[in-house]
C-alpha cells in the first residue's frame, strides 16, 4: 500500500505565505511526476504544478511567478511554496504521484492522491 500525506495547509491573510508538504510512502519501486492539485468549492478540481522525477517543472498559469514547486528524492516528498496568496487561491489542495510499486507480480504503475489539505486566503 502507498500513502501521500499532506501537511501545511492553514488560514492566511491575503498577500501571505504557506508552504505545504506531501511524503510518500509505502512499498514504493520509483516516483515519476508528482504534482498539486486543488478543487474550490463548486469547482473542478485543477492542476496547480506538476515535477519530473528530473527537476522539470510545470505551472497553472494562474499561480506563476507565485508559487514554487520542489521535491526531495530521497524522502519521497513534494513541497510547494505559494506567495502572495489571493482569495482565489482558496481551496482544498491535493498531492498526486504517479509511481511504481513493489508487488507480488512485479512493478506496478499507479497514480495515487493524497487526502487534501484546506488552503483559506481572507482578504
Known amino acids: 500500500q502507498v500513502q501521500l500525506v499532506e501537511s501545511g495547509g492553514g488560514l492566511v491573510q491575503v498577500g501571505g505565505s504557506l508552504r505545504l508538504s506531501c511524503a510518500a510512502s509505502g512499498s514504493i519501486f520509483s516516483i515519476n511526476d508528482m504534482g498539486w492539485y486543488r478543487q474550490a468549492p463548486g469547482k473542478q478540481r485543477e492542476l496547480v504544478a506538476v515535477i519530473t522525477s528530473g527537476g522539470s517543472t510545470n505551472y497553472a498559469d494562474s499561480v506563476k511567478g507565485r508559487f514554487t514547486i520542489s521535491r526531495d528524492n530521497a524522502k519521497n516528498t513534494v513541497y510547494l511554496q505559494m506567495n502572495s496568496l489571493r482569495p482565489e487561491d482558496t481551496a482544498v489542495y491535493y498531492c498526486?504521484?504517479?509511481?511504481?510499486?513493489?508487488?507480488?507480480?512485479?512493478?506496478?504503475?499507479?497514480?495515487?492522491w493524497g487526502q487534501g489539505t484546506q488552503v483559506t486566503v481572507s482578504s
Open positions: 498526486n504521484a504517479d509511481l511504481l510499486t513493489l508487488t507480488v507480480w512485479g512493478r506496478v504503475r499507479n497514480d495515487y
